[in-house]
């Protein structure tokens, strides 16, 4: 009868203190082995508190609650000190509990010697919630303010040796066997000397050989952004800046959708798709491209479509995923605007075809390779289905098409040459072949060879300089990212560099190594940015690189000389090849990086303690000395940044009015290990090249296992570093964010996360909550002239504009699926007009869409 009296209150005593104990045993037996692992003491504390509390609770005894309460309390007082006040830190080691005290607290009616009421109780746990919730939006709120980017200036006595400009002649940077460098690029047979890095700038070496023709006799003509945005960067000079100032602070408010155009191009089964294209407008026509190589005309004022192109691009072509960046527009200054082709775009397909077609009615070029069609694969050799598998559109340079491709990563060290190819814009001829393997032949390979294979390539975007007739190329690293035992020196010269090539003759002007021996898939993503940057001694022409590790590397474009003061500081040593890691890595040192701290145990995080405790666990587990820790075998290491950190292909956009650069970039760790050959075999992972291929074993792109064939390991992959249950990532938020630098004063205007939780949340679930969290993020922005700065990118679906110089957001719109494309923006009847693809991106698991949609202001307020 007592029971029964105790209703609810009596059953629930029990219910919640199973659910406890079934917290507290794996909390307990966790915190016990992190101990072991020389972490907290916090979770073997807690797990015994909440197993006591547990036990008496079970029992109905009061002093369960009190157990729980001291328990509580030494919570609260751990997570401050730990985490201070830091909203989302405080989430995964506050929230849990205190839902736990407020149901600890609706049992004291039913436990012997309760003196509070049912009503008291529920106002206690009432007030808990409000308390603690409204503390952690309120730190959330404040930390999202501002935040401060790492210092970029080292220690006096982390000083090595200062940045180096690397022309074709020069030594290799510290990166080769032995931690020798090799003295000659161009001859791999050269001897390796003994010398440390040099301590001054090596003069830059111009080509004697072939020298450019003058300028004069160069057929182009260079297109500027405006009223027309004639290439993926806005120009290839990759600003990404627009004049237009019609869309201003003040109205952009009033944005609406003006039309909408899909291209019907969806995944029919499970095919990996992320469209990211930025489209072009030149005159009244936009030119866009889908995931599977469409090509479409649309009249840029309406969406009215003219013609589309239909390459037939065969579904097993796609590589890392279905995406066409962009295409390339040009006029052809010699012919009759009449003629067929007079102004023409030209795409890559996945299936590794240069295409051109004429712009009034979508016809191929019959002058331009055969029939239209360029075969990319000629000289490529044997290759599979979506290996050599071209993603980005040609860079166009005077009238040079310069051409690389994505090899996909992880598959075996044979893998397709990185070669850089030269094609007339008129006639598909190839003019120039940049093979590092073979340094004295231009050509195609001699009968029955091949393109070096596994050399570095470059799968992003190029830029160019009309003027100095010279293309910024940013390299990848060679075939198999997590080592390089067998890598050539060209290869350790020209991995992960900035190389610009002479673009009538494709020799190496000059080149800059970012990353030396890169065993860490740290390619250069983003496409470098052309602009006059302030020094003491007045503009210089320059290039900005943007990198993985959020560092920005600011280069003379003519000479290769760095404008900012990059050091080579010591680097972690170790790993599985001890001997041939470099000694040092290069700084940015007085210019802002974006770059964060190195992570800690308390960095960990998750929805709940047990997911931090998981994190922890594996933290202490695994390998981690800060950036460029090395791959290991005998346990995992932490990659931070990871391979999707820092800037990516979005790149950079800079006012050169204002001489302010803003650009978004992500913070995110990976969790790796390298896998014995024996072990994959037995695995049963192949390469893509293997007859017996299988993507489901796990040697795809997107595999957490790739096989790295022909090496001694293969590379186990936890991009993101997510916890396996609820598929939340362990490094606590943000995970990407958006800052702008002062190129004069070189100051963070601002930096602060960016991206909301919206479709964010445990199990995929989204949250709906619209607080800004730091998502990650691909894709970039453009700047106009008044000052707004439109992106998508984020995981949570919204296109936004923000203030380019306070970092506010003026103005949002949600997307139909994923915008992880790099927006663009001109003027068509009297309007200016801001287009984004929503196309999604499978890998950041963003909805999959074909959309263009169209924003401009109300025509009243437009004219």
């Keep these: 009868m007592a029971q029964a009296n105790h209703g609810f209150g009596y059953w629930g005593a029990i219910a919640l203190a199973v659910l ?3 917290f507290g045993v794996p909390i307990f037996v966790g915190g016990i082995y992190l101990i ?34 001291v328990t509580y309390g030494g919570t609260v007082i751990w997570a401050l000190w730990e985490a201070g006040l830091d909203g989302w830190a405080q989430v995964p080691r506050l929230v849990a509990p205190t839902v736990i005290l407020v149901l600890v607290l609706l049992t004291i009616p039913a436990l012997r010697g309760g003196v509070v009421t049912s009503r008291r109780a529920l106002g206690a746990g009432a007030a808990a919630i ?38 074709d002649s020069d030594t290799v940077s510290p990166a080769a066997s032995d931690n020798a460098e090799p003295t000659d690029p161009a001859d791999p047979t050269a001897p390796a000397s003994n010398a440390e890095p040099v301590d001054e700038l090596t003069p830059v070496e111009t080509p004697a050989e072939t020298p450019a023709p003058a300028v004069e006799t160069i057929a182009y003509t260079t297109l500027e952004a405006g009223v027309d945005w004639p290439a993926y960067g806005g120009t290839h000079r990759a600003t990404r800046y627009s004049p237009l100032d019609q869309i201003t602070l003040d109205n952009v408010g009033e944005l609406e959708k003006i039309w ?9 089964n499970d095919e990996p798709f992320g469209n990211q294209n930025t489209p072009i407008k030149v005159g009244d026509r936009l030119y866009l491209c889908s995931a599977l190589n469409m090509i479409s005309a649309l009249d840029a004022a309406t969406g009215a479509e003219f013609w589309t192109h239909d390459p037939q691009t065969p579904v097993d072509a796609i590589g890392y995923n279905a995406s066409c960046r962009g295409l390339i527009y ?25 295409i051109a077609l004429d712009t009034e009615t979508g016809q191929a070029c019959d002058d331009f390779g055969s029939g239209g069609t360029v075969n990319l694969l000629e000289g490529i050799g044997d290759t599979a289905p979506g290996f050599y598998a071209p993603t980005s559109p040609p860079t166009l340079v005077r009238d040079v098409l310069v051409v690389g491709s994505q090899v996909s990563d992880g598959q075996t060290r044979e893998a397709p040459s990185g070669v850089i190819r030269g094609y007339n814009v008129v006639t598909g001829e190839l003019e120039w072949a940049w093979d590092m393997g073979r340094p004295a032949e231009t050509g195609l390979p001699p009968e029955n060879e091949v393109y070096t294979p596994g050399t570095p390539n470059m799968w992003t975007i190029a830029s160019g300089d009309d003027d100095l007739g010279l293309v910024y190329m940013p390299m990848g690293n060679s075939a198999v990212d997590y080592w390089g035992g067998d890598r050539s020196e060209v290869e350790n010269t020209y991995s992960t560099a900035i190389v610009a090539l002479d ?24 496409q470098g940015t052309l602009v006059d940057f302030p020094t003491s001694d007045g503009p210089v022409p320059a290039i900005i690189m943007p990198s993985k590790q959020a560092q920005f590397y600011i280069l003379n474009r003519e000479t290769g000389e760095p404008l900012v003061n990059i050091e080579e500081r010591p680097a972690p040593q170790g790993g599985v090849e001890p001997e041939r ?7 940015v040192t007085d210019f802002p990086n974006l770059l964060k701290p190195d992570l800690t145990e308390a960095d960990m995080w998750g929805t709940t303690p047990l997911d931090q405790l998981w994190c922890r666990i594996q933290f202490r587990q695994a390998s981690y000395e800060g950036v460029y820790t090395p791959p290991t075998v005998d346990q995992p290491w932490i990659q931070f940044p990871g391979y999707n950190g820092g800037v990516d292909w979005g790149g950079v956009a800079v006012d050169p009015e204002k001489n302010i650069m803003i650009t978004n970039y992500n913070n995110m760790p990976n969790y790796n290990q390298l896998v014995p050959r024996e072990e994959v075999d037995e695995l049963g992972v192949l390469p893509i090249t293997d007859p017996n291929y299988d993507a489901d074993a796990g040697g795809g792109s997107h595999g957490s296992l790739s096989p790295q064939a022909e090496t001694p390991y293969g590379i186990r992959v936890n991009a993101g570093w997510r916890v396996p249950f609820t598929g939340m990532l362990c490094k606590q938020p943000p995970y990407g964010g958006i800052a702008a630098i002062d190129l004069e004063t070189r100051e963070v205007l601002w930096d602060r996360p960016f991206g909301s939780a919206r479709k964010n949340g445990p199990f995929g679930i989204p949250s709906m909550l619209p607080i800004d969290i730091g998502t990650p993020n691909n894709g970039g922005g453009f700047v106009t002239a008044s000052g707004l700065f439109f992106i998508g990118a984020a995981t949570d679906d919204i296109f936004r504009a923000i203030d380019l110089e306070t970092g506010e957001e003026v103005w949002q719109v949600a997307l139909p699926a994923g915008g992880q494309a790099t927006p663009m923006t001109y003027e068509a009847q009297g309007r200016q007009i801001v287009v984004i693809n929503a196309g999604g991106h499978d890998f950041m698991e963003t909805p999959i869409g074909d959309y263009f949609i169209a924003y401009a202001l109300p025509e009243d307020l437009a004219r």
């Design 20 to 22: 406890m104990a079934l």
């Design 260 to 268: 909408e155009f899909r291209t019907g191009d969806l995944p029919e």
């Design 330 to 354: 040009f006029e052809d200054p010699n012919a009759t605007k009449t003629d067929l082709c007079a102004s023409r775009v030209v795409h890559l397909t996945h299936d590794a075809r240069m």
């Design 581 to 587: 890691l470099s000694p040092t890595q290069p700084y």
């Design 503 to 526: 673009v009538e003759t494709g020799d190496v002007a000059w080149h800059y190594q970012t990353v030396h021996y890169d065993v860490w898939d740290y390619d250069l993503g983003g």
């Design 36 to 69: 072991m692992l020389g972490g907290s003491w916090y979770y073997a504390l807690a797990g015994l508190g909440l197993l006591a509390s547990a036990y008496y609770l079970f029992r109905h005894a009061m002093v369960g609650v009190w157990f729980y309460l």
């Design 130 to 167: 409000v308390v603690v919730g409204a503390s952690l939006l309120a730190l959330s709120s404040v930390r999202e303010g501002t935040v401060v980017a790492q210092d970029a200036t080292a220690p006096a006595d982390e000083a090595v040796a200062p940045g180096r400009t690397q022309s």
